[in-house]
């Protein structure tokens, strides 16, 4: 199973995608949690990413890609994965439709989890990460709107999109999410 999990900071793709990931024994990929630890470590690529991540705004897609296509090649991805936080933009969407084509895969489906604004800020608040002040939560939240919510669209017009509402608690929406999977390998 290869699924892109779409969606704003804060609509739970981290809670969701971990669950998932671990009773389907495929990784979870989340580019967001490998540059943290990237920064926790000072490796070269954490001490590129610090700031940008600091400010809410996007890790240039160079270092990302480079991260993301190491991370695919491993051989505990070659069986599957969930990606959570990447793409986040429509160059790196397409980055990554020439990078499986290359590797001769294919991800299954993109989920968007659609989260109303003042939960997602709520969720943010509440969680307490560093980069989840008031300052940076509005910049992260506006960088989504621009950048990474045209990928809807995007996923959409070749057929590729799912959609959950993501308001609801963990329990429910991961049974929104399980069902939703059900019916479509059910129909593949
Ligand atoms: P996340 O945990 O996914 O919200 O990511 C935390 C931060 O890491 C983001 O605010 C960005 O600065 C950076 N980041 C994570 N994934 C990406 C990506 N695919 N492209 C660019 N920056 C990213």
Request: charged share 25%; aromatic share 6%.
């Amino acid at each position: 199973m290869r699924l892109i999990f779409l969606g704003a900071p804060g609509a739970g793709k981290g809670t969701q995608g971990e669950a998932l990931a671990k009773a389907q024994n495929i990784p979870h990929i989340s580019t967001g949690d490998i540059l943290r630890q990237a920064v926790a470590e000072g490796t070269p690529l954490g001490l590129l990413a610090k700031s940008y991540m600091d400010e809410g705004e996007l890790v240039p897609d160079s270092l990302i890609m480079g991260l993301i296509e190491g991370r695919l090649e491993q051989a505990d991805a070659q069986k599957g994965w969930i990606l959570d936080g990447f793409p986040r933009n429509l160059d790196q969407a397409q980055a990554l439709n020439e990078l499986l084509q290359k590797m001769k895969q294919n991800y299954d489906r993109v989920v968007y989890f659609m989260v109303s604004q003042k939960i997602l800020i709520d969720r943010m608040l509440e969680r307490g990460r560093k980069d989840d002040n008031e300052a940076t939560v509005r910049r992260r939240l506006e960088v989504y709107r621009e950048r990474t919510a045209p990928l809807i669209q995007f996923y959409r017009d070749i057929d590729s999109l799912e959609v959950i509402d993501g308001n609801a608690d963990v329990a429910t929406v991961s049974n929104s999410l399980r069902q939703l999977l059900e019916q479509w390998l059910g129909q593949n």
